[in-house]
């Protein structure tokens, strides 16, 4: 069954925002980022994005509803801030329908750009304190861009999962994509590689983010989210991620 | 029937019986949360990486400070794992764990029956235990010509 994507939003979204998602996959980078960014810019929950397809799964925090996939939006300074955070993953049959949405509505609501926050799984991360964050990016322009604010850019590799989605649908609608990915555990939630990714975030807009309390609670979150980890891995099956581990025909 | 087809078949039969068991074992786990209310126990994460000649375990063990928090054990062909938090934990007001404090991991992994049980080994860094457990195995040299 593909996926019909319906997104309801309590405010609009200004011209011009940067849209930055976080969609659970490898180390759960990207959720664990945007929980952390929505806290530390103190965004408000300004929407969701809900679908058929999406497990019909209602979460509750502290006594208030939330629907898994939220959409939060804020100012920063002078900068209209939007996230796209989600609690699920997306299952590989709709990932394509998803991508595709995605980039529909930035294109619609007239998005400068979209960042993706997420992981590279690498087998040694063990042995890895700081983890590096690459950028990777169809559009030149804004790769120029994170490489002059001294983000290091993906060379060579497969890019899979929703996320390699999002970055070609840019491609054919014309919209800036560009994906922050750092080098994490696969299989294990790696709030080290969200302080990383955050970090490389921070220099491309230009905006502090604060990672020490994200560093200090490490321990805590790669506890609670055992479960969401556990869950996204089943998920993620056949969802391209076999792809990352490859080496490219063209380099043969 | 040759003793060689004999020990041939033998070992395929135990490989399916391993893959229904692991199969079951996947099946039951799907909706079994990683909480065990009774030991007041979490269930880590990990992941299991087989070889022809030994198999390679990881085990996330986040809030374990010490490697001598950490007691491995085999019983029978099981593998178990307890290690202590070096503080109790909670899951905050999640309602269905609500009031509860786990004060440990604990893991069984199950093993196959060709494992050299002396030369097993364990090292923990950066909060990962990794168990390398070494397989019997026959090996014999094929002449290409």
Redesign the interface.
Known sequence: MIGKWHIFLKKEIPENSSLIIGIPDVGLVGPISTSHLVKEFNLEEIGYIDSSVVPPVIL?H?GKPHFPIRIYGGYKKNDYITVLHADIAIPPTEIHSLAEFIVNQAKEKQVEKIILLGGIAVPNR??IDKPKTFAASIDEKILLEAKEKGIDTLQDGFIGGIYAQILKEGYKQGVKVIALLSEC????PDPGASAATLTALSKLIGHEIDVKPLLEQ???I???L??L??RTV?TMRGAGKEYEFTVPALYA | MEEWIRKYFEEVMKEVKRIREEMARIESE?FR??VDLERKS????Y?IHRYSDKIQI?V?L??VKDKNDINLQLLGNKLILEAKLAKP?S???L?VLRGEEFTQYRLEIGLPENIITEQIKARF????L?ITVPLKVEKYKINIE
């Open positions: 509750f502290k063990m042995k555990f696969f299989n294990y490490e321990e805590e790669r506890i609670k055992r479960e980890m556990k089943e | 799907i949360p990683l979490i269930e880590p994460l992941e990881y996330d986040p809030g934990y899951m905050g007001d309602t860094r950066n909060g990962i990794e």
